[in-house]
């Protein structure tokens, strides 16, 4: 384990990462716990207004990460100061995540159902992160031996393989594999050799004189959906809170 953590954590470079996640990790941790403090009416905390507008914490968020991420160039690789520009970045990639959701519909959906994306992109991009510390690189470079990637054809191929394989499981509608697919190429694989999602692009192209495809992509989507759905929106209230009732479904 100490060998591990010495080669992939702490190698030259890798300190300013790890920085930045635990930052973003602890920010969106921290502002989550304040807004449902807020939402529930208890504490010292509320609402940020100037002139009768709220504002919303991804805009300093966005300040820090721009502050942040100049630094990180300025300040190169290493050095208290690419450690400190690293903490910035993260803390405002939190805040601005946190209400990726509101950026995304442009309105104040964080208390909605439109308002779990929120989580579900923090989490994605925590663990995207989280696997790039921990040695992977994206498309599949870091399974090459030193003979491989001294072969510019070989890594050429391996990146276009890997990429093909992530474009086409977006098509068939499996974004999360897709994502997680640029850093583990095996994941990508699956999505793309697995029935495609029947409102996906792929299966409006394909299956459209298939019957039995549409049918097996349906009733695939269904069973799917019915066992993932729940613990993932149980998952999600955990994390960031149960959303407001729907007035329209009472």
């Known amino acids: 384990m100490g060998d591990w953590w010495q080669r992939n954590i702490m190698e030259p470079g890798k300190l300013p990462l790890l920085l930045a996640l635990a930052a973003f990790v602890l920010t969106f941790v921290i502002t989550r716990v304040i807004t449902r403090r807020i939402r529930a009416g208890k504490g010292p905390f509320g609402n940020v207004e100037a002139g009768g507008v709220h504002i919303h914490h991804v805009?300093?968020?966005?300040?820090?990460?721009?502050?942040?991420?100049f630094g990180a160039v300025a300040g190169g690789r290493h050095g208290f100061g690419s450690a400190l520009a690293a903490v910035v970045f993260g803390v405002g990639a939190g805040?601005?995540?946190d209400e990726f959701a509101l950026i995304l519909h442009l309105d104040d959906v964080y208390w909605t159902e439109e308002g779990r994306q929120s989580v579900e992109v923090v989490v994605v991009t925590a663990a995207l992160v989280g696997l790039l510390l921990a040695g992977f690189t994206p498309f599949g470079v870091d399974g090459m031996s030193e003979d491989e990637l001294q072969d510019?054809?070989?890594?050429?191929?391996?990146?276009?393989g890997n990429f093909c394989?992530?474009?086409l499981a977006l098509a068939k509608g499996k974004a999360r594999l897709a994502?997680?697919?640029v850093i583990v190429p095996l994941v990508a694989l699956i999505?793309?050799?697995?029935?495609a999602r029947p409102d996906s692009l792929w299966a409006r192209r394909f299956y459209g004189r298939r019957p039995r495809a549409r049918a097996?992509?349906?009733l695939r989507a269904y069973h799917h959906d019915r066992r993932w759905s729940g613990p993932r929106r149980a998952f999600q209230d955990w994390i960031g809170g149960r959303p407001d009732p729907d007035p329209d479904r009472r």
Do not use: D, K, Q, Y
């Open 59 to 69: 805009i300093p968020g966005i300040v820090l990460t721009v502050v942040g991420g």
């Open 191 to 195: 999505g793309a050799v697995r029935l």
């Open 95 to 97: 805040l601005v995540l």
């Open 152 to 160: 510019r054809a070989n890594v050429i191929a391996t990146v276009a």
């Open 165 to 167: 394989f992530s474009l």
């Open 179 to 181: 994502v997680f697919g």
């Open 216 to 218: 097996r992509a349906r």
